[in-house]
């Protein structure tokens, strides 16, 4: 079975602060994304990457950067977080063979105060 | 600009009867539609895809069913169960390098009693 896995379930943090989400996954997908999902909003693609070091980005970039150094890490950095970027950041991986569904973490709800 | 729209936020069914989720969509460059359910403070779980190629995939109570000429696809679960009752998002793959995936808002199923 896929596992991906985000370092933490719940987390909250000053406005301000450099805030890191970390994601890996065990499958050597070549595809990894980060989402944040918002009531009403749907998942929302902030940042995906097909390779590593390449990064593309999604719909939402903005206070928003990525690092990927290893094929199995992905990582969402916040530079300076603020309270709209309250919400639940979703990773997710996938491979272009034998088909492109993505598998997804547990979530992070991320509360900034 | 949604390109993958769930006009219908929620949808209540009687346990035992057909759930049927819609979605549509804009970009004729999809090639590959998904379909995701996902329980609260959870990841999303991938249930079904189809290739823009087909019109029909099955896996046990789920089908997918296409509709190329109408940008359209929906979602039928047939027995519905208790279980079924979950937020349940439309995804496309656009057709490029990047795989990237793009989700629609949610369809939130209530299976009644």
């Known amino acids: 079975d896929v596992k991906v896995t985000q370092s933490s379930r719940y987390l909250v943090k000053r406005t301000g602060e450099k805030v890191f989400l970390e994601c890996v996954q065990d499958m050597d997908h070549e595809n990894m994304f980060w989402y944040r999902q918002d009531p009403g909003l749907g998942l929302r693609l902030i940042y995906f990457?097909?390779?590593?070091?390449?990064?593309e980005k999604g719909d939402i970039p903005e206070g928003y950067s990525v690092s990927r150094e290893k094929k199995e890490r992905f990582s969402l950095i916040l530079e300076s977080a603020s309270t709209n970027q309250t919400s639940m950041y979703l990773c997710?991986?996938?491979?272009?063979?034998?088909?492109?569904?993505?598998?997804f973490g547990q979530g992070t709800r991320l509360t900034v105060v | 600009d949604q390109q993958v729209k769930q006009n219908s936020p929620s949808l209540s069914v009687q346990e035992g009867r057909i759930s049927i989720l819609n979605c549509d969509y804009t970009?004729?460059?999809?090639?590959?539609f998904l379909w995701y359910k996902k329980y609260p403070a959870e990841g999303p779980t991938f249930l079904i895809s189809i290739s823009s190629i087909k019109d029909k995939n099955e896996d046990g109570r789920f089908t997918v069913f296409l509709n190329k000429s109408a940008k359209h696809l929906s979602l039928h679960i047939v027995p519905s169960q208790p279980g079924d009752s979950a937020v349940y998002f439309c995804a496309a793959r656009l057709m490029n390098r990047d795989d990237k995936i793009i989700f629609g808002k949610g369809t939130r199923l209530h299976i009644l009693p």
């Open positions: 970009n004729s460059m999809f090639d590959y």
């Open positions: 997710a991986s996938s491979s272009n063979i034998p088909g492109p569904e993505a598998f």
């Open positions: 990457s097909y390779d590593v070091k390449m990064k």
